[in-house]
């Protein structure tokens, strides 16, 4: 289905169609996402956390950094992200990015919105929205890229222009069983833009699923940074 004709079909099944929990697929009022109780239960991030990277503090010392980030130069601003990767919200994410069920992108998007009500984006007027990109090779075996879907979906609801003006050009390993450095090296060259003058002098957000290490997201903004961005934040469904 076309981008274009995708949210009016979506409207017309919201229609016809009573509105279902997508945790529990319990019955719920029209336009929810999920049910009250199951509402209550998402792992959310509350108090205080780390300014950069959205890691929770036992503590209510505010203003800190995590472990993480302390002596670390990142070049986004923050990652914004108002969940934890866990129970439920992983299983969520798990089920759309590789079982395909891309009936989920609804609650995800819902889960993704809600950073844009953080404290840390007061008086930031976002330019654009940048979705992470996968390799071709990988996008072609997923027949999607997640981190475009939501990106698309947040640019809807919140009448930000989407720039996907990213490539990946390199296919990388997988940075699980990596370092610090070697991430970092491993991601070196793997991202370029589409056209420049998309992005210099912009506010952008840089839209992904989850946030780990960072080390992606740091390399995506490093890239946009010398091409002229002014500030480049990012936004994530969940905190791993």
Partial sequence: MSRVLRPWFQAAVEVVL?????????????????????????????????EVCSEPFAAADAGLLCSNCRGRNFH???TIASYRANGEIRELIHRFK???????????????????LDDRLRGVRLDGLIPVPLHALREREREFNQSRL??????????????????????????????????????????????????????????????????TLDECARVLLEAGARSVWALTVARA
Wanted: net charge positive.
């Fill in 98 to 116: 590789y079982n395909r069920e891309l009936h989920l992108l609804r609650p995800l998007a819902w889960l993704l919105r809600r950073n844009l």
């Fill in 18 to 50: 009573p509105a279902h929990c997508a945790s529990c697929d319990a019955q719920t009022r029209r336009g929810a996402v999920f049910c009250a109780p199951c509402r209550r239960q998402l792992p959310r991030i509350r108090g205080a956390r780390c």
């Fill in 76 to 78: 986004f601003v923050a």
């Fill in 150 to 215: 939501l990106a698309e979906e947040l640019a809807r609801h919140a009448q930000i222009p989407l720039r996907d003006e990213l490539r990946r050009i390199r296919p990388t390993e997988t940075q699980t069983h990596f370092d610090r450095r070697t991430r970092m090296q491993n991601l070196r060259g793997a991202f370029i833009l589409r056209r420049m003058d998309r992005v210099t002098g912009k506010n952008l957000a840089l839209i992904d699923d989850v946030f780990t290490t960072g080390s």
